[in-house]
């Protein structure tokens, strides 16, 4: 309503009858959204453009209808926070845009190199995923109105994210693919990897357990270095959870899903109980379990190797050496400070350039230039996310929401840092960025609980009398 | 190939350069939450630019001759003054973003609890969700609503069973606030103060 209506009500009104009209207000954390996603999906088309360019020389318009029907989806979320999330955070929706659509840019990117298109082609694929995840995003926000309702379903929260981590392990549903068994599939053509969405199902478990149980684990305990430790039968929960990451190495041969698990409880179990003690007992039992492993356990052996000795002609050369690695850090070395430009270098020239070594391959086209903007990307992300549940005032959605954000941290944390060998690498996708349906439902599911979290703090009371 | 080396040279400058204008919008945008509030201004400087006289209704009471300057230019009650308004405060200055800045209870169960204004708007009812939930047999679920309007703290009843009261006044129309002037709802009443 304008402000010349609003004149009209103010002075012409009759006196209390009739319904009395409101007073429009702006919208200013939506309007502040609306001009940052059209400016990132102004950046998503620039950046398909730029991979046409120089991978062409000329412009085809075939992806352009997906990645406007993208940009719509995208809008249709935008305009569904306007109406059941108006006061959720601005900033969430933008970021995820821009870092799905330079991920598509740049497998389809890859796709060119390889010479695929149509529904053959990853991009074609990783478009149609993204769209419905976006769905999903938008269904989470419409469905979930308050956080809260989730505490109601601790258990059954712990039930299925468990019941998700193990379900690769079924015989004829499971499926192994490069040596790790976190896949299920149905017949020939899907494909999913239930671990992403258990990892929400288990920081919903997480926080509301912690919530119920956090006295027991922080108030009692033995102080001995100057830190006051637990006591023996409270350690209960930290080693079912240990176990659990534990067989997740053992069996389904990924080291990278049993971190995240573990990591994002112990970050959880130190927000709620904010002992030190946790922590540390939880990363000595951890880097216990890793390295017994490394020593037992063949692939767990071999991926040490790979980091520690990656540039030796043995390792280079070995079936399952280290020649991805060293092929990423090359890709990375030859986009040097500003990158070869989109379209112009070779990522396809690393094995699995468009899911595991997206951010090699991106490295190499935008340079340190881009990677540190993708970096400071997921650091905003990861950011506004800790701003969430530190707004907040009850502590399951506090705990929910830095849970949920740390999860994105740490596992562009293992995944990047796996390919910029700073620790051994393990295959967990970049989220947003690298191929793959699983990973961005799960994501961005992830950004619709954060942004109905960031809604109901905002809109939390202040005082009740 | 059609497109020559420069252009694609500057092509893959600008879009760098794109995506980092991109992220230091996004820290512009937070940057409050990120360096902390700035401090707020002095009320001489906020009340300068605010009264242009053009735009005061030509036959507008303006109450200018029982107020002090500063509070006349503070206060360009346009529309609300155009018409004698029920509520006869309009000699007091009017609750703006910059001179109130806290929200006092002074009757009721909780009273002299205060809490800050921020600038959000503040909804009050027996609902959960409401900013400031009062719950006791007269207040109205969503029952009414402050907000800023204009710069101004409004109040707006928003068809509640028993009414809204400012200074003893029920409310019909989103009314100005101003300082230090009780607002009645239920068993509770609050002000606005610096």
């Known amino acids: 309503m304008p402000a010349s209506s609003n004149r009209s009500t103010t002075t012409d009104a009759p006196p209390r009858t009739g319904r009395v009209r409101r007073l429009h207000l702006p919208q200013k954390l939506r309007n502040l959204?609306?001009?940052?996603?059209?400016?990132?999906?102004?950046?998503?088309?620039?950046?398909?453009?730029?991979?046409?360019?120089?991978?062409?020389?000329?412009?085809?318009?075939?992806?352009?209808?997906?990645?406007?029907?993208?940009?719509?989806?995208?809008?249709?979320?935008?305009?569904?926070?306007?109406?059941?999330?108006?006061?959720?955070?601005?900033?969430?929706?933008?970021?995820?845009?821009?870092?799905?659509?330079?991920?598509?840019?740049?497998?389809?990117?890859?796709?060119?190199?390889n010479g695929e298109?149509?529904?053959?082609?990853?991009?074609?694929?990783?478009?149609?995923?993204?769209?419905?995840?976006?769905?999903?995003?938008?269904?989470?926000?419409?469905?979930?109105r308050n956080h809260r309702v989730l505490f109601r379903y601790t258990y059954i929260a712990g039930f299925v994210g468990v019941a998700l981590l193990l379900l690769p392990l079924v015989p004829g549903l499971g499926r192994e693919v490069s040596g790790a068994r976190v896949w299920i599939g149905v017949g020939s053509f899907a494909t999913f990897q239930p671990g992403e969405i258990a990892k929400i199902a288990l920081a919903v478990f997480f926080a509301g357990y912690l919530v119920r149980n956090r006295d027991s684990l922080s108030m009692v305990g033995k102080k001995f270095l100057g830190m006051r430790f637990p006591r023996l039968r409270d350690l209960g929960p930290i080693l079912v959870v240990w176990a659990l990451s534990m067989s997740v190495i053992i069996f389904q041969r990924d080291l990278g899903t049993a971190l995240l698990y573990f990591g994002l409880f112990l970050v959880m179990l130190y927000l709620a109980t904010g002992r030190l003690s946790w922590v540390l007992l939880g990363m000595s039992l951890f880097l216990g379990g890793a390295l017994i492993a490394s020593q037992t356990l063949d692939y767990v052996n071999g991926r040490f190797r790979n980091w520690l000795d990656a540039l030796n002609p043995d390792v280079y050369g070995a079936d399952g050496g280290s020649y991805q690695l060293v092929q990423g850090l090359f890709g990375l070395a030859k986009g040097g400070l500003l990158g070869t430009g989109l379209g112009q270098g070779r990522p396809e020239i690393t094995p699995v350039p468009q899911s595991d070594y997206i951010i090699a391959s991106l490295g190499e086209e935008l340079g340190l230039a881009g990677v540190f903007a993708i970096l400071a990307l997921?650091?905003?992300?990861?950011?506004?996310?800790?701003?969430?549940?530190?707004?907040?005032?009850?502590?399951?959605?506090?705990?929910?929401?830095?849970?949920?954000?740390?999860?994105?941290?740490?596992?562009?944390?293992?995944?990047?840092?796996?390919?910029?060998?700073?620790?051994?690498?393990?295959?967990?996708?970049?989220?947003?960025l690298a191929a793959g349906g699983s990973s961005l439902v799960a994501n961005w599911i992830i950004v619709a609980l954060l942004l109905r979290l960031s809604d109901t703090v905002r809109n939390q009371p202040r005082l009740v009398v | 190939?059609?497109?020559?080396?420069?252009?694609?040279?500057?092509?893959?400058?600008?879009?760098?350069?794109?995506?980092?204008?991109?992220?230091?919008?996004?820290?512009?945008?937070?940057?409050?939450?990120?360096?902390?509030?700035?401090?707020?201004?002095?009320?001489?400087?906020?009340?300068?630019?605010?009264?242009?006289?053009?735009?005061?209704?030509?036959?507008?009471?303006?109450?200018s001759a029982t107020q002090p300057p500063a509070a006349s230019a503070s206060a360009p009650t346009e529309q609300f003054t155009a018409r004698p308004s029920p509520v006869s405060t309009a000699v007091d200055d009017k609750a703006t973003s910059q001179n109130a800045t806290r929200l006092v209870i002074t009757s009721g169960p909780k009273a002299g609890t205060e809490f800050p204004l921020t600038g959000d708007s503040i909804t009050i009812g027996r609902s959960g969700d409401s900013s400031l939930v009062i719950r006791d047999d007269y207040t109205s679920t969503h029952h009414a609503r402050l907000m800023l309007w204009h710069d101004k703290w409004m109040i707006q009843d928003l068809d509640s069973t028993n009414g809204t009261f400012l200074d003893g006044n029920r409310l019909v129309v989103p009314t100005p606030v101003p300082l230090n002037t009780t607002v009645k709802i239920g068993a509770t009443s609050f002000e606005l103060r610096r």
């Open chain 1, 117 to 144: 298109s149509g529904w053959a082609s990853a991009s074609v694929r990783q478009t149609v995923w993204s769209a419905l995840a976006i769905g999903c995003a938008i269904a989470v926000i419409l469905i979930i």
């Open chain 2, 1 to 63: 190939m059609s497109v020559s080396e420069l252009t694609l040279l500057v092509l893959r400058l600008g879009f760098l350069l794109l995506l980092w204008l991109f992220i230091f919008g996004i820290v512009y945008a937070l940057r409050s939450d990120l360096f902390g509030q700035r401090a707020r201004k002095m009320q001489a400087d906020v009340a300068a630019p605010a009264g242009a006289p053009a735009a005061f209704p030509s036959g507008a009471p303006v109450p």
């Open chain 1, 378 to 432: 997921y650091l905003l992300l990861v950011a506004r996310g800790f701003r969430i549940g530190f707004a907040g005032n009850d502590d399951f959605g506090k705990l929910l929401g830095v849970g949920l954000s740390f999860v994105i941290a740490l596992q562009c944390f293992i995944v990047i840092g796996g390919v910029t060998r700073v620790i051994p690498l393990t295959g967990l996708t970049t989220p947003f």
């Open chain 1, 33 to 113: 959204e609306l001009f940052l996603l059209l400016i990132a999906c102004g950046i998503n088309a620039a950046s398909v453009v730029l991979v046409q360019l120089g991978a062409l020389g000329r412009i085809d318009t075939t992806l352009v209808f997906l990645g406007a029907g993208l940009s719509a989806l995208v809008l249709a979320m935008h305009v569904v926070l306007r109406v059941v999330a108006r006061e959720a955070d601005p900033f969430i929706l933008p970021i995820a845009t821009l870092l799905n659509g330079l991920g598509i840019a740049m497998i389809y990117r890859i796709d060119l190199a």
